[in-house]
């Protein structure tokens, strides 16, 4: 049975940082590529960092140079670091595994989900 375990989420004010971890069980982990995804009330489900198995990462223009995405294979964990946290970043965020490769950006690529963690940012 595949998990996937988000924890890490929380409150913060607007310029502080979090930062999201997701353990994986029930996959090949070092096979897949990994990202964390996020939703807020009314938006769409966006992409906001990817890290392919071969340890390539990519991340969404909103995020750049404030998150940074990690994956230890001999754990199966996927990580998120997040700083300089703004309102507009209050979202579900979950992480998700995809066999594809390289990682895409649609969430319809994506095979195992996890349930989802809240991150609130007040401004």
């Known amino acids: 049975q595949v998990q996937l375990v988000e924890s890490g989420g929380g409150s913060v004010p607007a310029g502080g940082s979090l930062r999201l971890s997701c353990a994986a069980s029930?996959?090949?982990?070092?096979?897949?590529?990994m990202a964390w995804f996020r939703q807020a009330p009314e938006k769409e489900r966006e992409a906001v960092a990817r890290i392919d198995r071969d340890w390539k990462t990519y991340y969404a223009d909103s995020v750049k140079d404030r998150f940074s995405i990690t994956r230890d294979n001999a754990k199966k964990t996927v990580s998120v670091q997040m700083h300089d946290l703004k309102h507009d970043d209050t979202a579900t965020y979950s992480c998700a595994a995809s066999w594809g490769h390289p990682c895409a950006a649609r969430a319809s690529s994506y095979n195992f989900w996890g349930q989802g963690t809240q991150v609130n940012v007040s401004s």
């Open positions: 029930g996959i090949d982990f070092s096979d897949f590529c």
